[in-house]
Nanobody, 124 residues
């Protein structure tokens, strides 16, 4: 069983930064990701990480601004978000894949555990 608990969301002005954290309890996980869902829109992949091979992938909309990382000792996944834009406003979710993986995924169907989400609001 895996539990994911996100934190770090909040309100910030455009151009600001936030760091999201996802605390992981349960079995070891090699593939994790961050997703977001704005009101009335589909949940989309933002960043993902394959810790087994130190591989990362990002959505085009966040490349160069967001960084996914992990602290394996603390069992925590992070998403550093810089140069935030109003279009980054959404609920952000942490996701984990507990079955075989060999590369990072941005597709939500690739993950079988989800956190409850943390809200991010970016004002102009």
């Amino acid at each position: 069983q895996v539990q994911l608990v996100e934190s770090g969301g909040g309100s910030v002005q455009a151009g600001g930064s936030l760091r999201l954290a996802c605390a992981v309890t349960g079995t070891a996980i090699n593939c994790m990701g961050w997703f977001r869902q704005a009101p009335g829109k589909e949940r989309q992949g933002v960043a993902s990480m394959y810790t087994g091979g130190s591989q990362w992938t990002y959505a085009d909309s966040v490349k160069g601004r967001f960084t996914i990382s992990e602290d394996s000792a603390q069992k925590t996944l992070y998403l550093q978000m810089n140069s935030l834009k109003p279009e980054d406003t959404a609920m952000y979710y942490c996701a984990a894949r507990t079955y075989a993986c060999a590369r990072p995924f941005l597709q939500k169907v690739a993950y079988n555990y989800w956190g409850q989400g943390t809200p991010v609001n970016v004002s102009s």
